[in-house]
């Protein structure tokens, strides 16, 4: 769990800076800077794990991708986050994980709010964002309405392809961000809307070629859901709801690149059932439908470059419909917590998916011992069974084991260990200048992870360290390289800190740190010598990298309706760039300089 005041003493420019806090996370670039999260060293940005945004699904169907950086922490009230399996609840698209973003309500506004700020790199401006927030609690209702405006350079740096074409970023990487969330909660029905577009700037392309000019790739998405809880009985709950979205991911190249602008229909009609048969055991269950379609835009032409760019039914629109059924149980004994669980879905397009979940959690007075056993899947994307039709679901079977012992009442300290076994998994690759999806084997991971928390009157500080080894991998495109045990781009040890010190009881300096070791990647390959495919590409050990950050904020100004806020990321210049996690061609995508930040709030 992550509160807004852990995000906002931070500084956070994005939800980047927040999630590379998090033991086991880190973040690869896909194409088209596009960045995506590993899981424990697992590649997880194609449909690996689910984002969801007060409820909504933010992944997108046609590749079940997630921008993270469109959403904006000055909203977030808190961030729930599971480093494992989650589709014995979730379905297909949490198959490592799950990132639960809660935005702030009604009762957390109370009132207008209004929050300004620009962050400067070297070059140019990193960010310029305004935000405004209203909430209003009425006799039996109560409403909510954010807004965001966000202007942002991803980097001010050069970067160079393996081929040497080069370009600067500065002026080709802008990010424009436009979010509006609106929620309203009466007796009668809770309804919630998202309007977010966002749009990018790109030069990077993929493989070994960059653009001859920057050109934008659009992201709009809209979301809408509307939710009642019955209570038929003191013992029993009943929650049906209905979502629904539509999105129009990667459009914007113009004709002469790619001219295959698409949008997704997705609706989805829940139904949970709650039961409390005692003070020690509970059941919840419930069944889902959903719909998914995508359509080709309009000026879509048939044949593109001797491709067919036509669904494979042979027109512009395709659908697809899954059925689920979830239960669980959970029974609170002397002898400790017994949770079980297990979804069962069925895609039209292939097999049934059974995810089963097991766990055990027993508190002994200080100390805590966890043991976890679960079963969960990927569904394949639109686009994913358009290249690959013969695609099936990958299968990952996930089993952790935690202790934590409580020293004291201001010093926590626990350790997890895990093993994730991952069949069949999805793998894009190209071969003869085509693209390709398939199922590849085996690969997994397995290592630990430490993490000790300290609470005060001061103030607080949390430490972890996690590390990770491949694990039975047989898919050459997550190799990273003869003599390595690490997984391509994600670093096998990595370092985390985040305090904050009160020096006053209003003022506040937090620092922050990530230290990453054993990075492997990408650094050269063949092309130009070599014209046709396929390429071979030259991996190494990059540098270790510590990205440090300072923030300064001071509350309760005019008379506590002003917060402001000035901090200093990447502290030392590191020159921290993202490695791509499979064998795609893509070169290091370089991350921004040093960059200084202010932040101001008023509530009204």
């Keep these: 769990m992550i509160t807004r005041d852990e ?3 931070s500084g956070a420019r994005d939800l980047i800076d927040v999630l590379r806090l998090v033991p086991g996370l880190d973040f690869g670039v896909d194409v088209e800077s596009s960045l995506g999260l590993g899981v424990r060293g697992n590649w997880a940005y194609e449909g690996k794990i689910l984002v969801l945004v007060d409820g909504q699904r933010y992944n997108e169907s046609f590749f079940g991708s997630a921008q993270l950086e469109r959403i904006s922490p000055e909203q977030v009230e808190r961030i729930e986050i599971v480093r494992g399996p989650g589709s014995a609840v979730y379905g297909g698209f949490a198959e490592l994980g799950v990132i639960k973003i809660t935005t702030r309500s009604a009762k957390a506004i109370a009132g207008t709010e209004a929050a300004l700020s620009y962050g400067r790199m070297a070059r140019t401006f990193g960010n310029r964002s305004a935000n405004l927030a209203f909430g209003k609690v009425f006799e039996n209702s109560e409403l909510s309405a954010k807004a965001r ?15 040497g074409g080069s370009y600067s970023m500065k002026d080709a990487s802008e990010i424009h961000s436009r979010n509006l969330n609106i929620g309203f909660k009466s007796g009668v029905a809770d309804l919630r809307l998202i309007a977010d577009q966002y749009r990018t700037t790109e030069q990077d392309y993929y493989a070994e070629s960059i653009l001859p000019r920057p050109m934008h790739r659009n992201y709009d998405a809209y979301f809408a859901e509307i939710s009642r809880e019955f209570s038929p009985g003191e013992k029993f709950t009943l929650t049906p709801s209905f979502n629904y979205s539509y999105q129009e991911p990667f459009n914007g190249f113009d004709a002469d690149f ?14 949970i059932a709650a039961y409390t048969a005692s003070d020690r055991l509970r059941f ?3 069944a889902e439908v959903s719909n998914e379609s995508g359509i080709l835009a309009d000026t879509t032409p048939r044949i593109w470059n001797t491709y067919d760019l036509y669904f494979r039914n042979g027109t512009k629109s395709i659908h697809y419909h899954n059925t689920a059924f979830f239960l669980e149980g959970v029974a609170d004994y002397p002898f400790g917590m017994l949770s079980a ?8 397009k292939f097999d049934r998916a059974f995810s089963p979940r097991l766990a055990w959690t027993k508190v002994f007075d200080r100390l805590h011992l966890k043991t976890i056993y679960s079963q969960s899947f990927r569904a394949p994307g639109i686009d994913n069974l358009e290249i690959g039709p013969d695609l099936k679901p990958e299968k990952t079977s996930v089993t952790e084991f935690e202790a934590g012992y409580k020293f004291g009442d201001d010093f926590f300290l626990s350790a997890n260990i895990f093993h994730i076994n991952i069949k069949d998994p999805i793998v894009y690759y190209t071969l003869n200048a085509a693209e390709s999806y398939g199922n590849y084997g085996h690969t997994g991971s397995e290592g630990f992870e430490v993490t000790a928390r300290v609470k005060k009157d001061w103030g607080y500080s949390d430490l972890a360290y996690s590390y990770y080894t491949a694990a039975s991998n047989g898919v050459a495109f997550y190799n990273a390289g003869a003599g390595s045990d690490a997984l391509l781009a994600f670093a096998p040890h990595k370092f985390t800190m985040n305090a904050s010190v009160k020096l006053s009881p209003d003022f506040s300096v937090n620092p922050s740190a990530v230290y990453y070791a054993g990075r492997r990647g990408y650094y050269a390959s063949n092309y130009p010598a070599v014209l046709t495919p396929p390429f071979t590409h030259y991996t ?12 300064f904020s001071r509350k309760n100004l005019l008379s506590g309706h002003m917060e402001l806020g000035l901090g200093v990321f990447d ?3 590191s020159g921290y760039s993202y490695l791509q996690p499979y064998n795609g061609g893509h070169a290091p995508l370089p991350g921004p300089t040093r960059e200084v930040r202010a932040r101001a709030s008023y509530k009204f």
Excluded: M, Q, W
Aim: proline share 2%; hydrophobic share 25%; glycine share 6%.
């Design 258 to 271: 790619y001219p295959r602008d698409k949008s997704s229909h997705y609706s989805k009609g829940t139904v």
């Design 149 to 163: 405006f966000s202007d942002s350079n991803r980097s001010d740096r050069r970067y160079t392809d393996f081929s």
């Design 341 to 348: 669980g297990a979804r069962c879905d069925k895609h039209e």
């Design 7 to 9: 995000i906002i003493n």
């Design 540 to 551: 190494r050990k990059f540098k270790d990298i510590l990205l440090a950050n300072l923030n």
């Design 571 to 573: 502290i030392f210049n």
């Design 284 to 286: 919840s269950g419930g």
